[in-house]
């Protein structure tokens, strides 16, 4: 089977199992504290994490180094994740499923805003353009102003701020690293920072039930599966080729959020959702034209 049906294919199921994961946080928020339930599914997620580690040919080929000198790089990575985490998990339980999960498409936006200072990359017009008329889409969906607005509608922009830090930090640790290893390493201090989280804040709750564990262990294997997921389909092929497939998480997210949830926020929803993924697509066109050289 071709690399490009086959990076696609995981594409579309790492987006799923992720979307079902937000699907149990948002059933189980109303028992445990978002920062808890980070944690947990940290905690949990390190089983394919691990899986990923040990069956990578790239971390056995270079000697199977757990560790790299660019360590703090790795928990700041760990420590972006764990705000983007928090803040996700809390706009879940205030906001309608699809519409949470659609601000945080803003992501792309964020870090494209963000590689010029960062990175120092050239970011032109056409990039600029789409990164302001993304914003214009999330601010539509957000309605400023109309009695349907609440400051929850922000939450999903730390989301956005926290994986776009995550992924611009990631750019800055030597390629040498094998992805597997960092994604370990993210994974771990991301577990670590919303354990303390918890402690500082809410305190951990006692799991009250068998069912709850079940949906608690689910939780954290679909999120690290997911991620799993993303992670190779992106080594398998292009950014440019993987990354439009995202947006069907939109999808999956209405689609859940109805049959679990009895939402259906089209009107919110719409005209912005068209105009941050006509943005998101147009900032991905720019990328793979500037790594082709034109």
Known sequence: M????????????????????????????????????????NLFGLVPAAALL???ADWHAKGRKLGFAQWRYGLLRGG????????????????????????????????????MPVLGERVGPWRWSAVVAGFVGIVMIMQPGSDVFSLYALLPLGVAVGYATSAIVARLIDKSVPTATLNLHSQVSACLGACALTLFTSGFVAVGSAEHWFWIVSMGVLGGGGVMC?????????????????????????VLGWIFFAEAPVDRLFPGVLVIVAAGLLIIWREHRSGEGT
């Open 54 to 56: 040990l069956f990578s």
């Open 230 to 254: 993303l992670t190779t389909a992106y080594r398998l092929s292009r950014p440019a080729n993987v990354a439009p497939f995202e947006y069907f998480g939109i999808i999956f997210a209405f």
């Open 2 to 41: 071709p690399p490009l049906i086959v990076a696609v294919a995981l594409c579309l199921l790492g987006i799923f199992l992720l979307t079902a994961m937000g699907a149990i946080i948002k059933f189980l928020g109303d028992v445990y504290p978002p920062q808890q339930l980070s944690a947990l599914r």
């Open 80 to 115: 972006a994740v764990t705000l983007a985490q928090y803040s996700f998990y809390v706009s879940l339980l205030h906001l309608e499923f699809a519409t949470a999960s659609t601000l945080v498409f803003a992501t792309p936006l964020v870090m494209t805003a963000l590689s």
